[in-house]
């Protein structure tokens, strides 16, 4: 039902089907139109499955979760599920506000893969290293915004920063993406500049759940303190699955009239934003955070039979949201667990009958990712991502 309600909203909004969102409507119910979507119900309802056996809808800890599915290279939603019934609630946690969804929800440490971006535009080499204040999770270390790099926003700082464990120093630039280090993250945002690095969330197809930008602060930027959805995100790191190829979400793939003919709509535009080298460069980092990083443990080192992938974890501030979005060249798949109602944090929690003393991005997240990704990718054919060549460097 719930894409249902999100095709509607979306079909309401193709100028093609009449003056205005009630004439449109009007003729989706009596113009006898023929509708193809890219929506696959089997991969919707085993994703709704495995949701459910994780965090069950209506659990007592008030924690949900929901799931897109994307195409890399055609923007088609392939399938969306979420933990709650429909009889309770119509707001589609996978969607934007516009379509019947949120505003979002805090995106966390995903967002540090556009300055991954940026930093390799300018220059930057994969086998680059980067500073990182000293901090852990009770120390903070402080950034002042004379750091940035170019004027940004009304952010005047100072800024506080703490890292999950005692770290500080200098570090690979893979090191820093795989073990998530918030410091490294925060003085490379600086050094490239708030400003510049907000441009590629843009450029990427991000933005907040209310159709917004991403706000031009440096913890919305770096350490995602800003609200999004999952079908947003997983557009957006498809880009990068697509070769830096950007291509507008769309679950409609042909529409017909009565008659059989064609009728124009919104088909999903694709255009490139990211270099192919550049997004070759990226996978190549957030490989290792399925092979040797935060997501290693709980992904097993990645996909079943060796399939390549790469992806980042996000967790924000009090574990109130948690995230896991990882591609393969065939499809990409955000994960959101979290709260939807409130904003408690999932620490000392049981949820669906399982204690956890906190929830990150690793815990539920990402082995639901692993779960989903093998599903869907089954039959298809292994492919590799874009060689990358490496060189010395620093950003």
């Known amino acids: 039902p719930y894409f249902c309600t999100y095709i509607i909203a979306w079909l309401q909004q193709q100028k093609a089907l009449g003056s205005d969102p009630a004439e ?7 113009k006898g139109l023929t509708i193809q979507t890219s929506f696959e119900p089997a991969l919707a309802k085993r994703i709704e499955g495995y949701l459910e056996a994780k965090v069950p809808a209506g659990d007592r800890s008030g924690v949900g979760s929901a799931a897109t599915v994307v195409e890399p290279g055609t923007g088609h939603i392939l399938a969306m599920a979420q933990t709650s019934s429909f009889t309770k609630t119509q707001v589609n946690w996978n969607v934007d506000e516009e379509y019947g969804g ?4 805090q995106f966390g440490s995903t967002a540090k893969m556009f300055a991954l971006v940026r930093a390799l535009e300018t220059g ?20 002042y915004a004379s750091e940035n790099n170019g004027s940004c926003g ?18 690979s630039l893979r090191t820093a993406i795989a073990d998530s280090i918030n410091t490294a993250f925060a003085g490379l945002v600086l050094k490239l500049g708030v ?22 602060y440096p913890s919305s930027v770096t350490l995602g303190a800003d609200e999004v959805t999952p079908l947003t995100l997983a557009s957006a790191y498809a880009t990068l699955a697509a070769g830096g190829m950007y291509c507008t979400p769309t679950p409609v793939t042909s529409i017909k009239d009565a008659d059989g003919r064609a009728v124009s709509f919104t088909a999903s535009a ?13 996978t190549n980092l957030l490989e290792s955070v399925l092979t040797e990083g935060t997501a290693a443990g709980s992904t097993g080192g990645g996909l079943s039979g060796g399939r390549p992938a790469a992806g980042k974890t996000g967790t924000t501030d009090g574990h109130v949201e948690s995230w896991f979005v990882g591609y393969t060249p065939q499809l990409t798949t955000a994960v959101w667990v979290g709260t939807p109602t409130t904003n408690d944090g999932m620490n000392d929690i049981t949820i669906g009958g399982r204690y956890y003393a906190s929830v990150s991005g690793a815990t ?32």
């Not at 449109?24 to 009596?30: E, H, K, V, Y």
């Not at 400003?195 to 031009?216: F, S």
């Open 24 to 30: 449109r409507l009007q003729n989706l119910d009596t």
């Open 102 to 105: 949120t505003t979002g929800q």
């Open 124 to 143: 930057t080499s994969i086998d680059s290293s980067v500073y990182a204040k000293p901090a852990s999770a009770t120390r903070a270390a402080t950034f």
């Open 154 to 171: 009304s952010w005047t700082g100072p800024w506080n920063v703490r890292n999950d464990e005692s770290m500080g120093g200098t570090y």
């Open 195 to 216: 400003c510049a690095v907000q441009h590629t969330m843009t450029e990427m197809g991000l933005h907040r759940g209310n159709g917004e930008e991403i706000q031009k």
């Open 270 to 282: 694709c255009h490139r934003v990211v270099d192919r080298s550049v997004a070759a460069g990226v």
């Open 364 to 395: 539920i997240a990402a082995p639901l990712w692993k779960q989903i990704m093998d599903y869907a990718s089954r039959g298809l054919p292994v492919e590799q991502f874009d060689h990358v060549s490496t060189a010395t460097g620093s950003p």
